[in-house]
Each structure stands twice: as C-alpha cells, then as structure tokens.
C-alpha cells in the first residue's frame, strides 16, 4: 500500500513479480506513462482496490503478458482502465 504514492518524479515502472499491487500504490504519480508488470507470471497481478491508479495521468499504458492480456481485461478492479492496457510479449 501506498508504494509509490504522490512520487512525482516516476515515468516508467517495471514490476517483473508483482502478485499483488497494494491501494493507492501509484496514487497521484503524475508523470507516469507506463507500467510494465510480469515476464510470464502464470496468474494476473491483484489490485487491492479501485485506488490504486487515482490521479494518474490518463495515458498511463500498462503493460502485461500476451498470454494474460484476455485475463487483465476483465479481472476485478483491472477492467476499470481496461482501456489503459496493453499486451507484450516477453
């Protein structure tokens, strides 16, 4: 929780394990534009809740897995910004 709350200076994040992202984790991160999470994580990356992206900017792209992109898009909370998500390939 609150992780990187109000960090202004942060453009680029790159979680390769994250399991779980904690409420307003990214809260107010106003220069933020992406967001890359997993390599080939076997299971979607939990939100704690709908706070975690409040006050970021509206071209936030996030990155996940290919194999996982059909998963994040309608996960809990995920399908909130759907239209902020994006599929890679590792």
């Given at each position: 929780?609150?992780?990187?709350?109000?960090?202004?200076?942060?453009?680029?994040?790159?979680?390769?394990?994250?399991?779980?992202?904690?409420?307003?984790?990214?809260?107010?991160?106003?220069?933020?534009?992406?967001?890359?999470?997993?390599?080939?994580?076997?299971?979607?990356c939990?939100?704690?809740?709908?706070?975690?992206?409040?006050?970021?900017?509206?071209?936030?792209?996030?990155?996940?897995?290919?194999?996982?992109?059909?998963?994040?898009?309608?996960?809990?909370?995920?399908?909130?910004?759907?239209?902020?998500i994006?599929?890679?390939?590792?």
């Amino acid at each position: 929780m609150y992780a990187f709350y109000s960090c202004i200076s942060l453009e680029r994040a790159f979680l390769p394990n994250a399991k779980t992202i904690g409420a307003n984790a990214f809260y107010n991160c106003r220069n933020l534009t992406t967001l890359i999470i997993g390599l080939d994580n076997s299971s979607v990356c939990q939100l704690y809740n709908s706070t975690v992206f409040i006050a970021t900017p509206s071209n936030l792209s996030i990155y996940v897995p290919s194999s996982l992109y059909s998963s994040y898009i309608v996960a809990s909370f995920w399908s909130l910004i759907s239209s902020r998500i994006f599929s890679y390939t590792g």
